[in-house]
């Protein structure tokens, strides 16, 4: 059963960089996209954006200039950096599996994990 | 501006059919398919159709999913309490080069 858990920092602060990674278990890693999407409190789903196991990714284009996403395939990892970050960026952040074609949706999410940007 | 459309909000009593709507509004949409996800509170969205119909394994066919060309569908019947929580649609837009997820819509069960 695959399972994806997010990591990282609960706060940062105003103009730093947020970097979040994500652990997948349980199965393949070198066949999905791998994906970031966030929720601001009473807002709905962003999606981020997503990375291959081989590097190549698509962002966002409204955060393209301050996302960078990055994988480690020996530790079926992947991580997320958001640089700049303002009280905007205040979110639960989620990872989840893409499956184009073949599904054509994100089938699998992690729990999610809150991200405060504040001093 | 999302290029998917929903309502903000959508009711029903216990045992009743909803549907919630899920507008496109960009031709970029193409022969993109749409899926979409239940949020529940305080738990990560979960896939309930993709491919514009179809049910993953585990998911009651008291959801379905119906797309024609410039909208798509989400049907629950026989409505429950647990039902009670956010519906996103969400479809790739080869303009953005990127996935993009409806408004949401609030179900709530009266």
């Known amino acids: 059963q695959v399972q994806l858990k997010e990591s990282g920092p609960e706060l940062v602060k105003p103009s730093e960089t947020l970097s979040l990674t994500c652990t997948v278990s349980g199965g393949s890693f070198s066949a999905y996209y791998w994906t970031w999407i966030r929720q601001p409190a009473g807002k709905g789903l962003e999606w981020i954006g997503r990375i291959y196991p081989t590097g190549n990714t698509d962002y966002n284009l409204s955060l393209k200039s301050r996302v960078t996403m990055s994988v480690d395939t020996s530790n079926n990892q992947f991580s997320l950096t958001l640089t700049s970050v303002t009280a905007a960026d205040t979110a639960v952040y989620y990872c989840a599996r893409d499956v184009p074609g073949a599904i054509d949706a994100f089938d699998i999410w992690g729990q999610g994990t809150m991200v405060n940007v504040s001093s | 501006q999302s290029v998917l459309t929903q309502p903000p909000s959508a009711s029903g009593t216990p045992g009743q059919r909803v549907t919630i709507s899920c507008s496109v509004s960009?031709?970029?949409?193409?022969?993109?398919?749409v899926s979409w996800y239940q949020h529940l509170p305080g738990t990560a969205p979960k896939l309930l159709i993709y491919?514009?119909?179809q049910r993953p394994s585990g998911v009651p066919d008291r959801f379905s999913g119906s797309k024609s060309d410039t909208s798509a569908s989400l049907a629950i019947s026989g409505l429950q309490s647990e039902d009670e929580g956010d519906y996103y649609c969400?479809?790739?837009?080869?303009?953005?080069?990127?996935?993009?997820f409806g408004g949401g819509t609030k179900l709530t069960v009266l």
């Open positions: 491919w514009n119909n």
């Open positions: 969400a479809t790739w837009d080869d303009s953005l080069n990127g996935r993009v």
């Open positions: 960009s031709s970029n949409i193409g022969r993109s398919t």
